[in-house]
């Protein structure tokens, strides 16, 4: 039979269906920027192509019908005035093709032509080009296929969309959540309230509690002040009318505090400027409401935009920064700091707030330079507990700019701290105040990681640190993140936190409200890992948008009882072959908290005997945390697990060992 010649055609990228890329910024344009302008390349303009976000990552199934692919590709004009730096690369069946090495604005467009006979899935890809993925919108110009006998190919995105539910539910009867231990100073006032689900009405008893505490039996909350220094082993007690539950608690009165990884929320990711005091108020409402308060979730943050903006059209932001004896001012969505304080704490809940040791926040807003002190009595006679202090305009003030537009000095701050002692400076001054208010302040820096903050950030009274840039619900970004952690790890210990940055799961849109664009096997990962980190855990989303996902992430107590472990560890990543990275966090009893977590665009299907690397020998009961149930005992008859991850997604177990 005579079968027709294969007809060799042309196959414009931007004929696919973009939507299928995965990017760091913004959505696939199809001809056009990322921000929607016409692609253009060191002044070249061009009518076709695929305009992206690095980290982008796009796949395409040729299934062996495309001789050739060429492009031209660079980084778009769009963002003159900034820095940014990708590189462009080809894969073909997971082999690298072609790469352009790092290109730059301004840098002409890159011809690329790439063979691809037989290449059955082709993986566009534009990387960082090694300083942060800021700005690097990049195009695949003029890019297209030279194909034989096909005239379109499928763009796929392997991560499953399809949400599931792994947490159960908790029982009827009475179970104590969240932490066990508790740090307080001298003096200072205490306030804890216990995390238990179980049926309502409850009843709470705390026995063995310090002289000066006393508890509310009808509310679980415990206040008072302990005037002496020691660990006091308490036992809390819940009681409804299907049984009781009790758990050990230990109070530590001394010098540190934030004993386990703060817990809470923070307004930024979901509000960013749109913040006001009606809001925060409603987002503690909603963290009893959802139940979130009965798993140890406490602190209310309020990030950037309480305070007065020094030139917004937004008259409610607009007002005096500061009164005439130096005090600052909130803008007129708050009005009155301690009344809203107040009522968090009436609610058994703690209260943060945000400033920078610059003039100017980084979203313009007064800062607390040279009014250091005045700012931290502010924030211990309204009775907050929480500060963070973000670099922001501080780069301004050491070149002496700090009058200038604040954006601008702010983008300075990522060229680095200065030398050391410029860099812990501003940190020292505000640690110092903060610890001469007759209250507790969680201590929150944040400066992006510069300078190895988390070799000195407890020194200047530190609880906790950002480790790297702001996060995004991306899982470009969300990957950059959790792979720069392990630096730091070593430093992480009980009052001592690296911050990873807050939990992008949920309603989140920073102003534009939508829902994460974290798949959900990433979000599972996502909060297995900020867990297995140790990572202060504050979500960002709009708290009263909780849909039943985002509620079952953050409300397993086995996931979150490895976060709060009292041994404070941070895991590392102890294990890779090729995507698949093991993370080990030992724990407090003796047992080891382990996340295969599955990096990669293909599934993991393996089995895995390597325990041994992963420091772990004996007999074992292995626990899925996140299905709540033990999975295999290892030593005795058994000796492999069988990992089965999808792509993006995480196995989380707990390995202890046992004795039967
Ligand atoms: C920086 C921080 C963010 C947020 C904003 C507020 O970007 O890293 O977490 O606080 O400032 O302007």
Redesign the pocket.
């Known amino acids: 039979m005579w079968t027709a010649p294969l007809e060799a055609q042309t196959v414009w990228l931007d004929e696919l269906d973009l939507s299928a890329a995965t990017q760091g910024f913004g959505m696939p344009g199809k001809n056009k920027s990322v921000d929607g302008k016409p692609i253009t390349i060191a002044g070249k303009t061009f009518k076709r192509g695929f305009g992206t976000h690095s980290v982008s990552s796009l796949l395409i199934l040729l299934d062996g019908k495309a001789s050739s692919f060429s492009a031209m590709v660079g980084i778009d004009d769009e963002v003159a005035g900034h820095e940014p730096a990708a590189e462009f690369q080809i894969f073909g069946d997971g082999k690298k093709l072609w790469s352009s090495g790092i290109m730059r604005l301004g840098d002409s467009a890159r011809s690329c032509s790439v063979a691809l006979s037989g290449v059955k899935k082709l993986e566009l890809v534009v990387a960082d080009g090694g300083n942060g993925n800021y700005y690097d919108h990049a195009d695949w110009a003029d890019a297209k296929f030279e194909a034989l006998g096909a005239n379109a190919f499928v763009t796929i995105n392997p991560v499953s969309s399809t949400p599931y539910i792994l947490t159960p539910a908790p029982p009827a009867t009475p179970r104590i959540n969240g932490a066990s231990v508790f740090g307080v100073r001298p003096g200072s006032p205490f306030l804890f309230r216990i995390a238990a689900t179980g049926e309502r009405p409850m009843t709470f008893s705390a026995l063995g509690l310090p002289k000066g505490l006393k508890i509310d039996p009808r509310t679980g909350i415990i206040t008072g002040r302990v005037s002496n220094a020691g660990t006091f082993n308490v036992t809390l007690g819940a009681k409804n009318a299907r049984g009781t539950a009790s758990k050990k608690f230990r109070i530590v009165c001394g010098d540190r505090i934030g004993l386990t990884p703060p817990m809470g929320w923070?307004s930024?990711n979901c509000f960013?400027?749109e913040v006001s005091a009606d809001k925060v108020k409603r987002a503690a409402d909603a963290l009893i409401k959802s139940g979130l308060v009965n798993h140890g979730w406490t602190y209310i943050n309020i990030?950037?935009?309480w305070q007065n903006h020094r030139d917004s059209e937004d008259q409610t932001i607009r007002g005096k920064l500061r009164d005439d004896s130096g005090r600052i001012v909130a803008n007129s969505r708050f009005g009155n700091m301690k009344l809203l304080a107040d009522y968090v704490h009436g609610l058994g809940l703690k209260i943060g707030l945000?400033s920078s040791p610059g003039p100017w926040?980084?979203?313009g807003c007064a800062g607390s330079y040279g009014y250091e002190k005045q700012d931290a009595e502010s924030y211990g006679k309204w009775g907050f507990d929480y500060l963070?202090y973000?670099w922001?305009s501080y780069g301004g003030v050491i070149d002496g700019m700090a009058d200038n537009d604040p954006y601008k000095v702010g983008s300075l701050s990522y060229q680095g701290g200065g030398d050391l002692p410029t860099a812990v400076k501003p940190f020292k001054i505000m640690g110092d105040y903060l610890r001469e208010q007759p209250r507790d302040i969680i201590y929150s820096l944040?400066q992006?990681g510069m300078s190895d903050v988390w070799k000195w950030g407890g020194s200047v009274g530190g609880t906790s640190w950002?480790t790297t840039?702001?996060i995004t619900d991306t899982w470009a970004s969300v990957k950059s993140i959790a792979l720069e952690q392990d630096k730091a790890a070593a430093w992480a210990k009980p009052g001592n936190w690296n911050d990873p940055?807050?939990l992008v799961v949920g309603t989140v849109g920073w102003g534009n409200p939508h829902p994460s664009r974290l798949k959900p096997d990433e979000q599972y990962l996502h909060i297995s890992l900020w867990s297995l980190f140790s990572s202060p855990l504050l979500i960002g989303c709009d708290m009263e948008k909780l849909d039943d996902f985002t509620l079952n992430l953050l409300t397993n107590d086995e996931v979150i009882a490895v976060n709060q472990d009292p041994l404070g560890k941070q895991a590392t990543c102890v294990y890779t072959d090729g995507e698949l990275r093991v993370y080990v966090k030992e724990l407090e009893d003796g047992s080891r908290a382990v996340g295969f977590c599955n990096f990669g665009l293909e599934k993991v299907e393996r089995s895995f005997r390597d325990f041994e690397k992963l420091g772990i020998s004996g007999r074992q009961t292995v626990r899925d945390l996140w299905r709540q149930k033990d999975v295999a005992t290892l030593g005795a008859t058994q000796s492999k697990l069988t990992l089965n991850i999808p792509v993006h997604g995480v196995l989380l177990y707990k390995f202890s060992p046992s004795n039967r």
Do not use: S
């Open positions: 923070n930024w960013a400027g990030d950037d935009f945000y926040t980084c979203g963070k973000d922001c944040c992006y950002r840039n702001d940055d807050m």
